[in-house]
């Protein structure tokens, strides 16, 4: 089965639940187990998350896309804004960084995707955004519906 979502909305902290449970639904017909489920609200929680509070500081004026591709039972997560940007890829890859301490962000964000998911790309260019691209083979091949 083959499948593509597109979604955007306002940078808004309200918006992370939204996206979680868009591509928890959209990703239901592969039966993915809970803790592959899991894993995959968690990813798009935080990479949601970061664009909302580290590329446009909650500017509810600017969108976040979210994009989910389903192949078998491979699946594609982009989540893309224009903001910011990330100075220095690989210092933020590293666990415990955080480019607002004082707002008592973990840090933790990129180690938690890399963790979870298969495979994760980070594209980004100061002040013209970021893009980060997450795969993740399911066990699960039995479809619930086709």
Same mark, same amino acid.
């Given at each position: 089965?083959k499948?593509?979502? @597109?979604?955007?909305?306002?940078?808004i902290?309200?918006?992370?639940?939204?996206?979680?449970?868009?591509?928890a639904s959209?990703i239901?017909?592969?039966?993915?187990t809970?803790?592959?489920?899991?894993?995959? @609200?968690?990813?798009?929680?935080?990479?949601?998350?970061n664009?909302?509070i580290?590329?446009?500081? %909650?500017?509810?004026? %600017?969108?976040?896309?979210?994009?989910?591709?389903?192949?078998?039972?491979q699946?594609?997560?982009i989540i893309?804004?224009?903001? @910011?940007?990330?100075?220095?890829i690989?210092v933020a890859r590293?666990?415990?960084?955080? !480019?607002?301490?004082?707002?008592?962000? !973990?840090?933790?964000?990129f180690?938690?995707m890399?963790?979870?998911?298969?495979?994760v790309?980070?594209?980004?260019?100061?002040?013209?955004?970021?893009?980060?691209?997450?795969? @993740?083979?399911?066990?699960?091949t039995k479809?619930?519906?086709?």
């Amino acid at each position: 089965m083959k499948n593509h979502m @597109k979604i955007e909305f306002s940078s808004i902290s309200q918006n992370e639940s939204l996206a979680r449970v868009a591509v928890a639904s959209f990703i239901s017909p592969l039966n993915p187990t809970v803790d592959e489920l899991t894993d995959i @609200k968690t990813v798009v929680s935080e990479a949601v998350t970061n664009a909302i509070i580290h590329g446009y500081e %909650e500017n509810a004026e %600017e969108k976040v896309i979210l994009e989910c591709s389903i192949d078998q039972s491979q699946i594609e997560i982009i989540i893309e804004d224009f903001g @910011k940007g990330i100075e220095d890829i690989e210092v933020a890859r590293e666990p415990l960084y955080t !480019s607002k301490p004082e707002w008592e962000r !973990s840090g933790m964000g990129f180690t938690i995707m890399e963790n979870f998911m298969d495979q994760v790309d980070i594209q980004s260019k100061e002040n013209k955004g970021t893009r980060i691209t997450l795969s @993740k083979q399911l066990t699960s091949t039995k479809a619930i519906c086709n």
